[in-house]
């Protein structure tokens, strides 16, 4: 089973500055990663696959990068709706699995 | 648009059995995989089984292998999930999505609660 690592556990931070995620493997997935976000009392919502495309309708504020074990979620400018908790998850192998995520709290 | 809309969830005794249930429109439902993703109260996500368009296939996680049967019902456009031998630590949202690239659309989620 291939575990995701996300750090940090909390990101406090304002609105307008950048937020850095990342997202560890412990073994490579190639390009098989992807984010989402989750706000409190909504099911996810997704943002990145292939580690670095957006999906539709995701603003381009969200960019995702990296390969293999290695992978960052970047918010350009955080907007008062960014703050919710990420999830990075591998989908090159069985069983799927989500790192622990990223909570991205108001400063 | 794609709707998901997750049912069944209730309150149940450990060792009891309960079927969700996961009605999907918006797209060609027998064209795409679906799965069940679960969230513990406070904790993370966790990926429980996934399904084939057609329902030839088959996933599990271990720690549902044997107790959960995942299976679909294309003219219904409808996504099931048969839990037996249900434990405390099954008690959860449960969640169904799209599988597209990734799992692109999701459910608003049922609540499963395995309490005596």
């Known amino acids: 089973e291939i575990v995701l690592t996300q750090s940090p556990g909390t990101l406090s931070l304002s609105p307008g500055e950048r937020a850095t995620l990342s997202c560890r493997a412990s073994?490579?997935?190639?390009?098989?990663l992807a984010w989402y976000q989750q706000k409190p009392g909504q099911a996810p919502r997704f943002l990145i696959y292939?580690?670095?495309s957006r999906a539709t309708g995701i603003p381009d504020r969200f960019s995702g990068s990296g390969s293999g074990t290695d992978f960052t979620l970047t918010i350009s400018r955080l907007e008062p709706e960014d703050f919710a908790v990420y999830y990075c998850?591998?989908?090159?192998?069985?069983?799927?699995?989500f790192g622990q995520g990223t909570k991205v709290e108001i400063k | 648009e794609v709707q998901l809309l997750e049912s069944g969830g209730d309150l149940v005794q450990p060792g009891g059995s309960l079927r969700l249930s996961c009605a999907a429109s918006?797209?060609?439902?027998?064209?795409?995989?679906m799965t069940w993703v679960r969230q513990a109260p406070g904790k993370g996500l966790e990926w429980v089984s996934s399904?084939?368009?057609?329902?030839?296939?088959?996933f599990y996680a271990d720690s549902v292998k044997g107790r959960f049967t995942i299976s679909r019902d294309n003219s219904k456009n409808t996504l099931y999930l048969e839990m037996n031998s249900l434990r405390a630590d099954d008690t959860a949202i449960y969640y169904c999505?799209?599988?597209?690239?990734?799992?692109?659309?999701w459910g608003q989620g049922t609540l499963v609660t395995v309490s005596p």
């Open positions: 399904i084939s368009g057609s329902g030839d296939r088959t």
């Open positions: 918006g797209f060609t439902f027998s064209t795409y995989g």
């Open positions: 073994q490579s997935v190639n390009s098989n």
């Open positions: 999505a799209k599988i597209g690239v990734c799992y692109d659309s």
């Open positions: 998850q591998q989908y090159g192998s069985i069983p799927r699995t």
């Open positions: 292939g580690a670095s």
